[in-house]
């Protein structure tokens, strides 16, 4: 299912200009990363895309819905969205049943919501702890109950706010995991992150926000060369960019694959010559 963001403007009730002038288009199964300093206009971008916020001026389209025609509830069967902090989505007091919540109010067939929620809770790793309660779990485990909770909805759209925070390195591999699973059944993910290592590895395209607008859109290697323009948001590239480019890697790498083989290709000449 497509997304359409035409000329999109949004004014907080204060007075603050948080968005202005954006226009995106995310083709179905795409997963894009959005990144920007604090205040760039990230999760306020995001939020209009199930009605939590409508647009002061222009247009946002899920699919053939017009987000400003249709409620929150009728767009939750659209867009499932992961709030930056588990602890703002999770009420219930066993993990199975937070996972059963949403596929519940969608109103599916009984049959349809056991299956989904076998699905979520294999793929997040929830299995043997669906009888505990949420708040006995870490708070990394709790992120994994409320991604569980809306990949069990089954969208065609899945937003994450912040999807590492809090995650160890083994966590953020398996999240890593679960997003090729999302990826395998065609489903858009769109992820707000300040985690740029983590973007770099799992994402194939990347908007950079700063001031309310769309500063640069494009995939990681034309993202992380613009250098300057990362600086002026406060955004640094990868650790394996940065390192890069204190070799003399004069490539945009941002993998540890796209690493090894600038290397090999730079030390080949340096080791004719020494032959």
Known sequence: MQIDITDLYFTYPTGVEALRGVSLHIAPGEQVAIIGQNGSGKTTLVKHLNGLLQPTRGTVRVGDWLTGEHSVAQLAARVGYVFQNPDDQLFKTRVEDEVRVGPLNLKLPPDQVDAQVEHALDLLGLVERRDLH?????????????????IAMNTPIIVLDEPTTGQDHATVQELGRVLAALRGEAKTVIAISHDIDFVATHFSRIVVMGQ??????????????????????????????????????????????????QLAAQAGPQMRRRR
Not at 134 to 150: H, M, N, Q, S
């Open 134 to 150: 949420p708040y006995d779990l870490t708070p990394a485990w709790r992120k994994r109950v409320a991604i569980a909770a809306v």
């Open 212 to 261: 309310g607008q769309v500063l640069v859109d494009g995939a990681p290697e034309a993202v992380f060369a613009q250098t300057d323009l990362l600086a002026s948001t406060y955004v640094e590239p990868p650790q394996i960019t940065r390192l890069a480019r204190r070799l003399g890697i004069d490539a945009a790498v941002y993998s540890v694959d796209g690493f090894v083989e």
